[in-house]
Nanobody
Framework: QVQVVESGGGLVQPGGSLRLSCAAS????????MGWYRQAPGKQREPVAT???????HYADSVKGRFTISRDNAKNTVYLQMNSLKAEDTAVYYC???????????????WGQGTQVTVSS
């Protein structure tokens, strides 16, 4: 099994910054894509940013130029630096990990429990 744990959410004023972290642990053979999704009240979960094992990144149009995703392969960790935060960024942010189980060829998708980000004055 693989565990995914996020941290770093909280309350911030508009224009402020937050950094989210997500660490994967457990029976990991290799990790493919890691990413962040978010779900605002009454809305569907949407992708925010993803990073592949070769560090290729992709961002939602709404966060381009403000958010930066990065990963530390040695620590099985992915980060999301969020700058110039807006009220519409308020949501629960979920970490997603696509990993191959150790000793097998099987890929699975794993999700963290979510961390709340609230942007408000």
């Amino acid at each position: 099994q693989v565990q995914v744990v996020e941290s770093g959410g909280g309350l911030v004023q508009p224009g402020g910054s937050l950094r989210l972290s997500c660490a994967a642990s457990g029976s990991i053979g290799s990790i493919n894509t890691m990413g962040w999704y978010r779900q605002a009240p009454g809305k569907q979960r949407e992708p925010v940013a993803t990073v592949t094992s070769s560090s290729s990144t992709h961002y939602a149009d709404s966060v381009k130029g403000r958010f930066t995703i990065s990963r530390d392969n040695a620590k099985n960790t992915v980060y999301l630096q969020m700058n110039s935060l807006k009220a519409e960024d308020t949501a629960v942010y979920y970490c997603h990990v696509n990993a191959v189980t150790y000793g097998t060829w099987y890929e699975n998708n794993y999700w963290g429990q979510g961390t709340q980000v609230t942007v408000s004055s």
